[in-house]
């Protein structure tokens, strides 16, 4: 999924100001794949370019800075995402976690800093958990595929909650081969 086609997919549901938009992105995909915030708004420049979407800018009467840019999706932009729509997506899940990516090597660390890491993630996904499950009661009635998407991420939630706990009651057990298998690898003088 690129960043192009999330944009013109968030306009088809409303105009929204730049800052709304990575709001949006940062708090409903970003567990999809990785976003890279810095590119919005240089993206949404070159959409606009491209005549994919307009810009128009609104002063707000009070506020101090810049007028803020609201951003609306043109016909060109909608066919380009109905384009998209219809391809076939990119690839196969994907699923990129820097907590996963360390915990492979936690068997070369600190076994108490591991389970330690563990709770805290924990704490975190019970935390998106809640929040998840107040979504997909307000997407309720948004439109079956957005609804069917709040589910997916419950689930996947409860799934890795699960697992966490499962992982921290391991951890917290004493580990008898961990402590073996680390003397022999201390060579002999």
């Known amino acids: 999924m690129g960043l192009k086609h999330s944009i013109l997919g968030l306009l088809n549901y409303k105009p929204m100001h730049g800052y709304r938009l990575k709001e949006h992105l940062e708090r409903n995909f970003g567990h999809m794949w990785s976003i890279n915030y810095g590119q919005i708004y240089p993206?949404?420049?070159?959409?606009?370019n491209d005549g994919l979407i307009t810009m128009e800018e609104e002063i707000c009467p009070g506020e101090k800075g810049p007028p803020r840019k609201r951003y609306s999706i043109t016909d060109k932009g909608r066919k380009e995402f109905q384009q998209w729509l219809r391809s076939s997506p990119e690839g196969g899940m994907?699923?990129?976690?820097?907590?996963?990516?360390?915990?492979?090597?936690?068997?070369?660390?600190?076994?108490?800093?591991?389970?330690?890491?563990?709770?805290e993630q924990i704490v975190n996904y019970e935390k998106q958990l809640a929040r998840r499950y107040t979504n997909l009661q307000r997407w309720e009635h948004t439109g079956k595929y957005v609804r069917l998407i709040a589910d997916l991420g419950v689930r996947m939630n409860e799934m890795y909650l699960a697992w966490l706990k499962e992982v921290q009651t391991e951890l917290a057990e004493p580990d008898q081969n961990r402590a073996g298998a680390a003397e022999e690898e201390v060579p002999v003088r």
């Open 94 to 119: 994907l699923l990129r976690d820097p907590f996963l990516m360390r915990f492979v090597f936690f068997g070369f660390g600190d076994n108490r800093r591991a389970l330690a890491m563990v709770d």
């Open 43 to 48: 993206n949404l420049k070159k959409m606009h």
